[in-house]
Nanobody, 125 residues
Framework: QVQLVESGGGLVQAGDSLRLSCAAS????????MGWFRQAPGREREFVAA????????WYADSVKGRFTISRDNAKNTVYLQMNSLKPEDTAVYYC??????????????????WGQGTQVTVSS
């Protein structure tokens, strides 16, 4: 089992920044990577970014490249998502996930076995 707890969401204006955190506990070594996804009302959960535990390789959705940065602190079992230049279209509930077994599937929500409770990010124009 893996437990994930997100924090750091909030209400900001367009152009502002936020940093999300995801604290992991349990059998985190069973997951090749950790990922961030988001879900807006009426839409499917979509991939945002992912990072491998072992070598720090990163993946990003095209919509956030150059604005968001994912990082990890292995000693703290924590993954971060630094979000800069936020836009109203970034508004969503952001979820941290664990579970993909290899790099080929890190962008697929269905390959994640564990999810946090989610944290709301709202960007006003």
């Amino acid at each position: 089992q893996v437990q994930l707890v997100e924090s750091g969401g909030g209400l900001v204006q367009a152009g502002d920044s936020l940093r999300l955190s995801c604290a992991a506990s349990g059998r985190t070594f069973s997951s090749y990577a950790m990922g961030w996804f988001r879900q807006a009302p009426g839409r499917e959960r979509e991939f945002v970014a992912a990072i491998s535990w072992s070598d720090g390789v990163r993946w990003y959705a095209d919509s956030v490249k150059g604005r968001f940065t994912i990082s990890r602190d292995n000693a703290k079992n924590t993954v971060y998502l630094q979000m800069n230049s936020l836009k109203p279209e970034d508004t969503a509930v952001y979820y941290c996930g664990a579970g993909p077994r290899n790099w080929r599937i890190v962008t697929m929500a269905r390959e994640y076995d564990y999810w946090g409770q989610g944290t709301q990010v709202t960007v006003s124009s």
